[in-house]
């Protein structure tokens, strides 16, 4: 079982910037496509970005392509999100979250098995 630990969100002005991190513990991090969604206020969890084991993949959201990037650091055991040019519309909790395999950059909610407890991201107008 892995423990995910998501930090990094804050309150910040539209146009801003953020870096999320997600510190992994307890399962082998590197073995695993990891990934991001995020859940607003009222609406479903949606899908952000991923990446597979080696980082040789990703994919994202079209929402946030060309503003987001997922990338990680497998010594350390820790998953990044940066994200640049936030609008309001980014406004949610962000989780991140482990996938069952390392091979494929999936989108699918239901191909991950571990969460994290999520970091509020507030981005202001």
């Known amino acids: 079982q892995v423990q995910l630990v998501e930090s990094g969100g804050e309150l910040v002005q539209a146009g801003g910037s953020l870096r999320l991190s997600c510190a992994a513990s307890?399962?082998?991090?590197?073995?695993?496509?990891m990934g991001w969604f995020r859940q607003a206020p009222g609406k479903e969890r949606d899908f952000v970005a991923a990446?597979?084991?080696?980082?040789?993949?990703?994919v994202y959201a079209d929402s946030v392509k060309g503003r987001f990037t997922i990338s990680r650091d497998n010594a350390k055991n820790v998953l990044y999100l940066q994200m640049n040019n936030l609008v309001p519309e980014d406004t949610a909790v962000y989780y991140c979250?482990?996938?069952?395999?390392?091979?494929?950059?999936?989108?699918?909610?239901?191909?991950?098995?571990?969460w994290g407890q999520g970091t509020q991201v507030t981005v202001s107008s």
């Open positions: 979250a482990q996938a069952t395999q390392g091979f494929i950059a999936t989108m699918n909610a239901r191909d991950f098995g571990s």
């Open positions: 307890g399962r082998i991090f590197s073995d695993y496509t």
């Open positions: 990446i597979t084991w080696s980082g040789g993949n990703t």
